[in-house]
């Protein structure tokens, strides 16, 4: 599995230890079984919310890494290059690019690339920190074949506004998978 590089939001050893859960998590449920079909998502409705609850712009930047002979980065990981960059890969793209606004106490999923999708739950905003759940999903068939969503991680962080937490690592057919998260 990927060893992607820290961000200056958390400190070194606590991203290299949520990468590490990460890459046993995918080597652990191997690799994906692939599901043809966005549609079986379900789209994104926002909820009510009450006075006492905060809204926060939740920005998600799906992004599959490949080795390639001729390098390339996406012109919008720019803000990001540099931490993307010490990674074994060479090459970005962005496969998914969402911004939502989420009340605190409320999540919004988004996909990201074939049968993967990313859940975002905000718990708490205080002054600059976000505090949010991250939980890492795919779609896969049960025993009687019916498509379900199944969890494969689960992380709970505070991020200060503005700086990207970069998470993932999952097998995709060509490259792998990660996600940049940005609360704004």
Do not use: C
Not at 75 to 99: G, H, M, W
Not at 145 to 174: A, C, E
Request: charged content about 20%; glycine content about 6%.
């Amino acid at each position: 599995m990927p060893q992607w590089p820290h961000f200056k939001t958390l400190g070194s050893m606590a991203l290299a230890l949520a990468l590490v859960a990460a890459g046993a998590a995918a080597a652990t449920h191997g690799g994906p079984s692939y599901v043809p079909s966005w549609t079986q998502f379900s789209p994104y409705v926002p909820s009510s919310t009450s006075p006492s609850q905060e809204m926060v712009n939740i920005k998600v930047l799906g992004i599959r890494a490949t080795v390639e002979a001729k390098p390339h980065v996406d012109p919008i990981l720019q803000p990001i290059v540099d931490e993307i960059r010490r990674s074994k890969f060479n090459s970005f793209y962005v496969v998914a690019e969402e911004t939502r606004s989420v009340a605190t106490g409320t999540s919004t999923e988004i996909p990201l690339a074939e049968n993967y999708s990313l859940r975002v739950e905000v718990e708490k905003a205080t002054g600059d920190d976000v505090r949010m759940n991250l939980i890492w999903l795919r779609l896969e068939k049960d025993a009687k074949g019916k498509v379900q969503p199944r969890t494969l991680q689960r992380m709970q962080m505070t991020i200060r506004k503005g700086k990207y937490f970069l998470t993932g690592g999952w097998t995709l057919k060509d490259g792998v998978l990660s996600a940049a998260i940005a609360a704004q």
